[in-house]
């Protein structure tokens, strides 16, 4: 079975996933920081592959892929590391269309297989050309696609997205770019009412300024799920043998413990 569905069809709410930018802070730290999230209570794991133009994403992981592209990470390099790391939890790799293309785009696919990856998010990949030209692609390797939508997608088109998406369907929680803590209020609750009042096929998992433990649950009151991001990479201490991971989780997960 494939891992994102083993997961949904055990679990239905509260599922966290966690984003991290890969090559960063260290060259060398995605196979422990992975290790690290599933120890402390990561469902999902989210990698980043670093690019110099991240148009969705907020000064935070801007600055984490630019220090990681300095360092000399690259997609190789990446899915390497990903490949020598023994974890059960779901690997998400996100990224952007043009490094992808400039790698070529099967052969991304291909060897994201076989580094153990369970699905791929290319944010600025049309839903139309991902259709036309890569679906059967994602088939042929057994990865998932998963679209975005925000609040001013449409219903037709969140309708038509959750029907290309496999594994779940993520939600952009506003319009503005990762990294923009806030607390949730009434506009959060009514996108996210609509979602649920859709019915579409897929579980959703709301991502983009959820930084602690309140936004978390306010997330999990209304959906199936949360994604962590830039949170956690401001935590982030390279001069610590555990990048300040336990720490983190326990606090965003049971800050009174």
Known sequence: MHPLDKLFNTRQKEILNIYFTAGYPNPESTGDILR???????????VGLPFSDPLADGPVIQHSSMVALQ???????????????????????MGYLNPVLQYGFERFLRNAARAGASAVILPDLPAEVFRAKYQAMYETYGLYPVFLVSPQTSDERIRMLDSLSRGFLYAVSTSSTTGKDKQFGDFEAAWFRRLNGLKLNNPVLA???????????????HLPG???????IRHLDASKSDYGIPSFMKHLLNPES
């Open 226 to 232: 949360a994604v962590v991001g830039s949170a956690l």
């Open 36 to 46: 690290l999230l599933e120890q402390h209570g990561a469902d999902i794991v989210e």
């Open 207 to 221: 991502g983009f300024g959820i930084s602690d433990n309140r936004s978390l649950r306010f997330v999990f009151d």
């Open 71 to 93: 360092q000399g990470i690259t997609i190789d390099k990446i899915l390497e590391q990903l490949s020598q790391v023994n974890i059960s939890i779901p690997i998400v790799l």
